[in-house]
């Protein structure tokens, strides 16, 4: 197969799939999706959507936000990991909402990756999610997912970012990498992986990964 081919078959086989696309992350508008992707950082979204209902009932916009100190919103979000630098890129961000976007959540990406603690992923849920713009997020999932169906050389997600929106239609990108996400999560994921229900890499996946399958599997067989 070429890697358009390849590429058709991901579309149409992810389209059978996942017909209805779930969003991961529960949220009601730009602002907590934009707290909640900035919370699933190195955490899983079942947990950041155990957590976000606390948070969100005390400050489900800046202004009630920036009444709570880093401190309080350190205290709740703390099972989410990493909650030193996350309550202060929270009170941070929200603080600039008040004062530089009249309470809104920005709709460029330059101004939202200005936010502390919002990198180009976090911008790009964002811009897809709540404002319906083409982007491609490329989390772990899709990084993982990318390589195996040798659709991208990408040793970063810079590389894998660039190889998606260049090999997959635009119109297509906001869906695609939900998909790709839940696909990633049911079949082919980084441990516990059974060749067998994934359909996607038995079909087009790269050589040298279903070689190190094959090895893996008489190895465990011994």
Request: aromatic letters at 8%.
């Amino acid at each position: 197969m070429t890697k358009k081919e390849r590429a058709t078959f991901v579309i149409n086989t992810l389209k059978e799939l996942y017909p209805e696309i779930p969003i991961p992350l529960d949220h009601k508008d730009a602002y907590t999706l934009l707290i909640a992707v900035l919370l699933s950082a190195q955490c899983t979204d079942v947990r950041v959507n155990q957590i976000t209902p606390i948070l969100f009932a005390k400050a489900d916009n800046p202004y009630d936000m920036v009444k709570l100190s880093v401190e309080e919103i350190k205290e709740i979000i703390r099972p989410c990991g990493l909650s030193p630098m996350k309550s202060k890129g929270i009170y941070g961000l929200s603080k600039i909402l008040i004062e530089e976007h009249n309470g809104e959540v920005p709709q460029s990406f330059e101004a939202l990756e200005r936010l502390p603690a919002v990198g180009h992923k976090t911008a790009s849920v964002v811009m897809s999610q709540a404002f319906g713009v083409p982007a491609f997020p490329v989390d772990t999932h899709i990084h993982r997912l990318m390589y195996r169906w040798n659709l991208t050389n990408g040793k970063n997600v810079v590389q894998t970012e660039k190889d998606a929106k260049a090999i997959f239609p635009k119109e297509l990108w906001n869906d695609l990498h939900l998909q790709i996400i839940w696909y990633g999560r049911e079949y082919s994921p980084a441990r516990g992986w059974d060749l067998e229900k994934d359909i996607i890499t038995k079909t087009i996946g790269r050589k040298s990964v279903l070689d190190e399958f094959t090895k893996s599997a008489k190895r465990a067989k011994k």
